[in-house]
């Protein structure tokens, strides 16, 4: 049998068009890699503004309890060195955390730091009726207990939005489309958190 020289190109349409009808037949979902994508980068955005609304609050809960309980000082350099150091990393994020495990490795464990920080803190006001009862701590305590709160919420949120926009760059058709389309896209980084943590957490001053 004598081949043409056309049947090579007509195999390679064939094969094209196998895939995009293979395509077709997934239900599509070239747009989803960048749909996915935007809606992690937004989660993670409200991640950082949480994070700051909670580092905003902390000097002012520093004077408060300074005003009442001075000779805590180890405490409170240790709640404030441990907000500069967060409030450094977050003003020096790398472009590319977002892909980069390390990066967020550093940022996951510094904001950790300070919240452990801030718990430590939080028990020493246990010893200080007077602080408890106060109205600027009672007005922080509601600041704080809401902001933990959407902090959780929004790791959370986050958390499902890498696992679906990673989901959709290992599974097909997502991986097809990577592989033809965004082959620059790549799986992101996520927070190292335990099943319990990602539910919203109670905070609790024992004000009552």
Do not use: H
Not at 103 to 126: C, P, S, W, Y
Not at 194 to 203: D, M
Request: aromatic share 8%; hydrophobic share 40%; charged share 25%.
């Amino acid at each position: 049998m004598i081949r043409t020289a056309s049947q090579p190109l007509t195999r390679v349409l064939a094969l094209f068009a196998t895939f995009v009808a293979a395509m077709l037949a997934g239900g599509c979902g070239i747009n989803n890699i960048p749909t996915y994508e935007n809606q992690a980068k937004a989660q993670w955005s409200e991640v950082l503004n949480q994070y700051k609304r909670r580092s905003d609050l902390i000097p002012n809960l520093v004077e408060t309890v300074k005003g009442f309980a001075d000779q805590e000082k180890s405490v409170l350099t240790e709640v404030t060195e441990a907000r500069a150091k967060a409030t450094q990393i977050q003003a020096q994020i790398p472009a590319d955390i977002l892909t980069n495990p390390d990066a967020m490795k550093q940022f996951q464990d510094a904001q950790n730091n300070l919240g452990g920080a801030l718990g430590r803190l939080l028990a020493v006001i246990e010893r200080y009726p007077d602080i408890k009862s106060g109205q600027n701590f009672l007005a922080l305590q509601s600041e704080l207990a809401g902001t933990e709160n959407r902090i959780a919420i929004a790791r959370r949120d986050y958390i499902e939005s890498v696992r679906v926009y990673n989901t959709e760059l290992t599974t097909i058709p997502g991986r097809w489309w990577r592989s033809f389309m965004y082959p620059d896209k790549k799986e992101m980084a996520t927070f190292d958190i335990a099943a319990a943590e990602q539910s919203t957490p109670k905070v609790d001053f024992n004000t009552k």
